[in-house]
C-alpha cells in the first residue's frame, strides 16, 4: 500500500519561535498533498491543499503567513508553523493520493506543544 | 446542517459482538466513500473504500453504500479489542480536488 512518512513524530518548542515539519510520500509521486490539525477528541480539520510547484490552497480562516506550506518536490511537502504560541499547540497530519486514486493515505502525524 | 453526519458515540461492545458504524450525508455528489480507523495519537489508516453504492467485504470488515438514502455503513463482524479505535466516515465527489469531507468519527470500544 502507499505510505506517507512525517517528520518529526514530535516536538516541544518555545513560544515565538518556528517549526517545520516533514511529509514525504515514500513509494509514490504525490501532486497534491493534505495539511490536517485535529485538537483532542475532534475530527480533522482540513488546514490547505499543497500543491507541486505552485502555490497552497489554504481553507478558510487559516492564516497562510503563518502556517507556510512547502510542496518542492513531487514526494515532499512542509509545513511551517511561524512564531508558534501555546494555541497552535496541536496533532498535525499530513496526507496524499497516490496517482489516479481517489483515497488519501495519511502520515503518522506530528504532535507540536509550544510552551 | 453539517454535510455529513456521523454520531460520535462513544459504542462499547463485548468482544465478539457485530459492530454497525453509520453516517448520513446531504451533497447526493458525493460519489466515493472511505472508511479510516484512527488509534489515539496516530494517523487515520484507510479501513475501506468504495465508489458509488453497493457492498464492499474485506476480512471482517462491510461496507455498504445506499446512495438513495444518502447512508453508508460499516460493520465490523467477530470484534476484537484490537478494533477500538475511533472510526471516520469521509466522502467526496470527483472534481473536488479531492478534498474528502469528514464525519466526526465513532469511538468504539471492544470490551474483552
Known amino acids: 500500500g502507499a505510505v506517507v512518512s512525517q517528520h518529526p513524530s514530535w516536538v516541544i518548542c518555545k513560544s515565538g519561535t518556528s517549526v517545520k515539519i516533514e511529509c514525504r510520500s515514500l513509494d509514490f509521486q504525490a501532486t497534491t498533498m493534505f495539511w490536517y490539525r485535529q485538537f483532542p477528541k475532534q475530527s480533522l480539520m482540513l488546514m490547505a491543499t499543497?500543491?507541486?510547484?505552485?502555490?497552497?490552497?489554504?481553507e478558510q480562516g487559516v492564516e497562510k503567513d503563518k502556517f507556510l506550506i512547502n510542496h518542492a518536490s513531487l514526494t515532499l511537502s512542509t509545513l511551517t508553523v511561524t512564531s508558534a504560541h501555546p494555541e497552535d499547540s496541536s496533532f498535525y497530519i499530513c496526507s496524499a493520493n497516490p496517482p489516479g486514486s481517489e483515497t488519501q493515505y495519511f502520515g503518522p502525524g506530528t504532535r507540536l506543544l509550544v510552551l | 446542517q453539517k454535510e455529513v453526519e456521523q454520531d460520535p458515540g462513544p459504542l462499547s461492545v463485548p468482544e465478539g459482538a457485530i459492530v454497525s458504524l453509520n453516517c448520513t450525508y446531504s451533497n447526493s455528489a458525493f460519489q466515493y466513500f472511505m472508511w479510516y480507523r484512527q488509534y489515539s495519537r496516530k494517523g487515520p489508516e484507510l479501513l475501506m473504500y468504495t465508489y458509488s453504492s453497493g457492498n464492499k467485504e474485506d476480512g471482517r470488515f462491510t461496507a455498504q453504500v445506499d446512495k438513495s438514502s444518502k447512508y453508508i455503513s460499516l460493520f465490523i463482524r467477530d470484534s476484537q479489542p484490537s478494533d477500538s479505535a475511533t472510526y471516520l466516515c469521509?466522502?467526496?465527489?470527483?472534481?473536488?480536488?479531492?478534498?474528502?469531507?469528514w464525519g466526526l468519527g465513532t469511538s468504539l470500544a471492544v470490551n474483552p
Open positions: 469521509a466522502m467526496n465527489n470527483a472534481g473536488n480536488n479531492r478534498k474528502l469531507i
Open positions: 499543497s500543491n507541486e510547484g505552485s502555490k497552497a490552497t489554504y
